[in-house]
């Protein structure tokens, strides 16, 4: 038997089998519930971002794929998630990400599909003052929603900052609280996009002082009295980052979520401000 009898044989052998399996997920339930979403998640993928410095920089995403599932079906098939997936090859790029939902709601027969892409993105930043570079991380997030009739993109990029307290500065005869945060910003674009790091600095630039990964003593000096000079509160912060969302073209919605993670409480602090423009 040659290559291609042989082949021939051991798909028609195939389909013989898969014909005999009994489809569980295609048979009637009887409970009247339709399911919001049903799918993957956790899932680990190598993709290529593009970034301004660079042109492209390779990570890995962890990603979650789900669809609607109508009421009368008992389940959905999950092996079409990770056949959609595998079909862009061994990595994926934002136009891949874009095309994804649509393949679901064709495959698995869906009305509305859901994929979410969350990821590290590196970003080398020098010391304020004495310029050594070092290797800085922000989570991103590519959301992506389809119906039959529209998609929906929301990038979302995780930046950590430092805030300084200006009531602790205004009553204290010397020094002042400060601490780390983490402001959560999802955009959504009218038209066109905007650079990842361009949202960064958007964030980066509203807070006391943005975070280093290599701070000298001149650049610790440097962070220290920034911070004092550019106090915010937690409010402050997210209705910074709000005004000058407000001026950015482009961008037609937005959410922005500051969280204090409080040096002087045993709890956190934090403010969301959510706008469509």
Same mark, same amino acid.
């Given at each position: 038997?040659?290559?291609?009898?042989?082949?021939?044989?051991q798909?028609?052998?195939?389909h013989s089998?898969? @014909?005999?399996?009994?489809?569980?997920?295609? @048979?009637p339930?009887s409970?009247n519930l339709?399911?919001d979403?049903v799918?993957?998640?956790?899932?680990?993928y190598?993709?290529?971002?593009?970034? %301004?410095a660079?042109?492209?920089?390779?990570?890995v995403?962890?990603?979650?794929m789900?669809v609607?599932?109508? %009421?009368?079906?008992?389940?959905? !098939?999950m092996?079409?998630?990770?056949?959609?997936?595998n079909?862009? &090859?061994p990595?994926l790029?934002?136009h891949?990400?874009?095309?994804i939902?649509a393949?679901?709601?064709?495959r698995?027969?869906a @009305?509305?599909?859901?994929?979410?892409?969350?990821f590290?993105?590196? =970003?080398s930043?020098?010391?304020?003052?004495?310029?050594?570079?070092?290797? =800085?991380d922000?989570?991103?997030?590519?959301?992506?929603?389809a119906?039959r009739?529209?998609v929906?993109?929301?990038?979302?990029?995780?930046?950590?900052v430092?805030?300084?307290?200006?009531?602790?500065k205004?009553?204290?005869e010397?020094? $002042?609280? +400060?601490?780390? &945060?983490?402001?959560?910003?999802?955009?959504?674009?009218?038209?066109g996009a905007?650079?990842?790091e361009? =949202?960064?600095?958007l964030?980066?630039?509203? $807070?006391?002082?943005?975070?280093?990964?290599?701070?000298?003593?001149?650049?610790?000096?440097?962070?220290?009295e @920034?911070?004092y000079? +550019?106090?915010?509160?937690?409010?402050?912060l997210?209705? +910074?980052v709000?005004a000058a969302?407000?001026?950015?073209? &482009?961008i037609?919605?937005?959410?922005?979520?500051?969280?204090n993670?409080?040096?002087?409480h045993n !709890?956190?602090a934090y403010a969301?401000?959510?706008?469509a423009l």
């Open positions: 038997m040659n290559p291609v009898e042989k082949a021939a044989k798909a028609s052998i195939g089998v898969l @014909q005999n399996l009994t489809d569980i997920q295609n @048979q339930d409970r339709a399911i979403r799918g993957v998640k956790a899932l680990k190598p993709i290529v971002i593009r970034d %301004k660079q042109s492209e920089q390779s990570t995403a962890t990603i979650a789900a609607d599932l109508p %009421k009368e079906y008992k389940g959905t !098939h092996s079409r998630f990770i056949e959609v997936l079909s862009h &090859g990595t790029d934002v891949s990400i874009s095309a939902p393949e679901l709601l064709e698995l027969d @009305q509305r599909a859901h994929v979410e892409f969350r590290p993105f590196f =970003l930043k020098p010391a304020p003052v004495t310029g050594k570079e070092g290797m =800085l922000y989570e991103v997030i590519f959301d992506v929603d119906t009739d529209s929906e993109f929301t990038v979302t990029v995780l930046v950590p430092t805030t300084l307290c200006p009531c602790s205004a009553i204290s010397y020094g $002042a609280h +400060n601490q780390r &945060g983490t402001v959560t910003f999802a955009v959504k674009f009218a038209n905007i650079w990842i361009d =949202l960064i600095r964030v980066e630039t509203c $807070a006391s002082s943005e975070l280093y990964s290599v701070l000298k003593r001149p650049d610790e000096k440097f962070v220290t @920034q911070a000079e +550019n106090p915010v509160f937690v409010e402050d997210v209705r +910074n709000a969302s407000n001026e950015q073209a &482009g037609s919605w937005y959410r922005v979520e500051a969280e993670y409080e040096s002087i !709890h956190n969301v401000i959510e706008k």
